[in-house]
């Protein structure tokens, strides 16, 4: 990188960009009356509104690998996760901050382009970057991404608010992202070739490196007061549900034969020899929501998400924990997967203090009734930081 000091950095990668302060004095409620350029911002509140905040860190060879994110892409999908858990809060993105530590031999190029797509993110869902931090790092580059949202007092959309009766629905599509991944992995493909790819393949690469966060359908379920509960799938379908179902205390049932199919999704599946099922439970980072309604809510959900133009899919229905003590495994590999969800003991699958340690588990709290009428339980499987012998995911 050529030698500029940090402030120089600074007006590099933030000049010229959008100053919302300065769009927004003629409107102080709510906006930002002091961004960039100070020691700190000063963000003006709304009355009747609550702050939301949200952290993600992304570091090379964790979160992304070169050959499949260009930097573009890896700005904009460190904004968009940060985006995606305040539209699983049924909240509005309002603010953001960007610490980034890179090493000194990273072209100044390839940081302009990273901060293309941090802004280009911001920009489609409204967020106004108002500061951050940059720093030299000795290895490899980390971007962090802390988000502000607001969501009208006593409204914000949990997850612990699943009950016994309600209806389980997911926002769209699963597993194109992981099938992306896999494509440009396999491939050998440097991700600024991908759009040579044909499109049903450029589907799957845009959906890893492009995710669109779902904010219009946490709002709806917000304004609507449908919503009862809700969790954004960024480590898979199955651990999502694990995540809703522990923390309402009860038990999940997926039906298979709901999910959504994609099929740019199911033609690459079939080409590449990959289990389809398992990347729409278990590949992660499609940024969809999953979440429950009641029962005698399903269907008006349903037809108000469509009048809206948004993707709705009832794929499952929440029991009691402990209603099935006597349910019994109905195949060999069944009753291991049951023992596994019995004793294993489930760490922190984040490293941002969202998810706390869990004991291990009674009953199986999140289940799978197959297209044969059969029903599994389900593992809660995901990235792990503390986890050894994991490779990169993204």
Known sequence: MPRVDEFGLIRLLTGGRPRPHLAEQADPE?????????DAAVLNGRNGFQWVVTCDTMVRDIHFKPETMTYEAIGYKA???NISDLAAMGAI????VVA???????????????????YACASRYGVAVVGGDTTSCPRDMTVSVTAIGEVETGRALLRSGARPGDAVFVTGPLGLSAAGLHLLLAAGRSAYEAVGLPEERQQLVRAHQFPQPQVEAGRL???SGLGRSLNDVSDGLASEAWELAEASGCVIELDEALLPEEPALAGYAREAGLDQL????????DYRLTGTVRREDAEAAQALFQAEGLSFHLVGRVLAEGALTDWKPDSADAAEAAEGARTQTRRPDTIDGKDAARQPSVDPSVLLKRRDGSVIPLQKRGYNHFKEDQS???
């Open 30 to 38: 709510g906006g930002v009356a002091v961004g960039i350029g100070d």
């Open 79 to 81: 904004m968009a996760s």
């Open 93 to 96: 993105p309002r603010f953001a």
């Open 100 to 118: 980034l530590s890179v090493p000194a031999s990273m072209e100044t190029e390839a940081l302009r382009e990273l901060y293309d797509g941090l």
């Open 221 to 223: 379920l917000v304004r």
């Open 278 to 285: 398992e990347l729409m439970l278990y590949g992660g980072e």
């Open 392 to 394: 990169a995911d993204a």
